[in-house]
């Protein structure tokens, strides 16, 4: 936990969707401080015709290589939220070439209650975690 979401437009290979997930965990667990086996990530790949994102009039435009990143997790503070921006946008640069502007980012934050990871338990309700 998190839960991190990845819809993007088909034509990745194989290389380039680990080398993605690689790359966002390890900004996840830099900003978030998460354990490095706290790991949960969807990937949905979608025809171009598909996803239309614009720039909420920001002046900038999209590629086909646009990535949309929703994330579900406990609380986290402005701080680390922001921190987790700027560090998955860097590295998704760095080490997959996607521009910033191709990158959106979506935290939806929830509570202990929400989370189960199996056996029909709240984990964190009950201690377990």
């Known amino acids: 936990m998190p839960l991190i979401r990845f819809d993007l437009i088909e034509g990745r290979t194989d290389e380039q969707l680990k080398t993605l997930l690689d790359t966002a965990h390890d900004a996840m ?18 025809p171009a015709n598909q996803m239309i994102i614009q720039d909420t009039g ?7 290589d646009v990535v ?7 609380p986290r503070t402005e ?14 640069g760095e080490t997959c070439g996607i ?10 934050s929830n509570t202990d209650a929400d989370w189960s990871f199996g056996m ?3 984990q ?3 201690g377990k975690l």
């Open 79 to 92: 701080e680390q939220k922001q921190n987790f921006y700027k560090l998955l946008v860097e590295k998704l």
């Open 120 to 122: 029909g338990e709240a």
């Open 29 to 46: 667990v830099e900003a978030f401080q998460v354990p490095q086996r706290d790991r949960y990530q969807i990937v949905t790949q979608h």
């Open 58 to 64: 920001l002046g900038f435009e999209r590629s086909k």
């Open 99 to 108: 521009e910033p502007n191709d990158i959106m980012i979506s935290i939806v």
């Open 68 to 74: 949309v990143i929703s994330v579900t997790s406990r």
């Open 124 to 126: 964190f309700l009950t």
